[in-house]
């Protein structure tokens, strides 16, 4: 099984990741970026569209971190027969947003980080300690 057969599986679930009614894929970052060599599949609109490797470094520093639980990569999108796409990391921690925003080099930065999940939508469940939640970083 390929790389890509193994990920269309995965976020398709719980059904199709682009209807309203199916909970967001919130992935591991091994899920999203094992294999995962297609440009734009994360920070697609950033000045310089990164590496998706950039990001699984980075990303992977920022799980190992004291005060965070997890960081997920939430499928926004399966549009391209190549790669699924993100504009939104979840960071389970307990640090506040403006906190969050920092670990983020300017060039990968969030256009926005907020607490909480959005309202109205369902995401998978995933495991939440009792002193954090997740933060959202999301890019426009």
Request: some cysteine; hydrophobic content about 40%.
């Amino acid at each position: 099984m390929t790389a890509l057969d193994k990920i269309t599986h995965r976020v398709n679930l719980h059904g199709d990741p682009e209807l309203a009614e199916t909970p967001r894929p919130l992935l591991t970052l091994e899920e999203f970026f094992e294999g995962n060599d297609i440009l734009g599949s994360i920070g697609c609109n950033l000045e310089t569209v990164p590496e998706p490797a950039e990001f699984y470094a980075l990303l992977l520093r920022i799980r190992k971190m004291r005060d965070v639980a997890d960081v997920r990569v939430q499928v926004t999108a399966f549009d391209s027969p190549d790669w699924p796409f993100s504009d939104t990391v979840w960071i389970v921690t307990s640090e506040p947003p403006e906190e969050v925003s920092t670990w983020f080099p300017e060039h990968l930065m969030p256009d926005d980080c907020w607490w909480g999940w959005v309202e109205g939508q369902s995401y998978e469940a995933i495991e939440m300690p009792p002193d954090m939640e997740p933060v959202a970083c999301w890019w426009d």
